[in-house]
């Protein structure tokens, strides 16, 4: 079964500083997310991105963050300057039906 | 606004038994109701989905069930495996358009003992 891909697996950064998390979704898929789940915490949805825009957003989504399609196969997450608050495991998803796809995620540790 | 709550945050059951795991939802637009499953260290995996015009849906050993006028909606894992031992989120979508956002419930750790 074709799956959502995330990299790296863990990042380790210290405060103030940038971060981009990357993913590669299914290649047929046409809705991408992203969602955070800080430890002990529910899954919380961030972002959703179609037809190249942001279709959503939380409010945990503020300026700090940014989501990009560079190319037709990677979907990024940026944050601009991380919190120690930003820590948390952070998962892809992808869709082309109300069923998603979700990576393995990417764990954030701010220092 | 916890619009997906899943009031049990744990339960346990015997091998062989069935799990019965419960989620309430409080608005009434959701078009879907979905299961996720999720190990630690891993990304939620996709057990089941019911559209809201449905009351049951079946595959295999997973059974979800939906009570509209009581927004509420439950898994039945029958019969339950040590390898079921997870973290099960219920999750509704309101979608259409250029969205499907998924809001999730808060888990519920299902533990199978042998």
């Known amino acids: 079964e074709p799956e959502v891909t995330q990299t790296p697996s863990h990042q380790v950064t210290q405060m103030g500083q940038e971060v981009i998390l990357r993913c590669v979704p299914i290649s047929n898929h046409l809705y991408f997310y992203w969602y955070r789940q800080i430890l002990g915490q529910k899954v919380e949805f961030l972002v959703s991105f179609y037809n190249n825009e942001i279709s959503e957003k939380s409010e945990i989504f503020d300026d700090q963050f940014s989501v990009e399609r560079p190319d037709g196969s990677n979907f990024t997450l940026k944050i601009r300057s991380t919190k120690l608050e930003d820590s948390a495991m952070y998962f892809c998803?992808?869709?082309?039906?109300?069923?998603?796809?979700f990576g393995p995620g990417t764990r954030l540790t701010v220092l | 606004d916890q619009q997906v709550k899943q009031n049990s945050p744990s339960l346990s059951v015997q091998e062989g038994r069935i799990s019965i795991l419960n989620c309430d939802y409080t608005?009434?637009?959701?078009?879907?109701f979905l299961w996720y499953k999720k190990y630690p260290a891993e990304g939620p995996t996709f057990l089941i989905s019911i559209s809201s015009i449905k009351d049951k849906n079946e595959d295999g050993r997973f059974t979800v069930f939906l009570n509209k006028s009581a927004k509420h909606l439950s898994l039945h894992i029958v019969p339950s495996q040590p390898g079921d031992s997870a973290v099960y989120f219920c999750a509704a979508l309101r979608g259409g358009g250029s969205n499907y956002k998924l809001t999730f419930g808060k888990g519920t750790l299902l533990t199978v003992n042998p």
């Open positions: 998803a992808s869709a082309s039906a109300p069923r998603q796809y």
């Open positions: 608005n009434s637009m959701f078009d879907y």
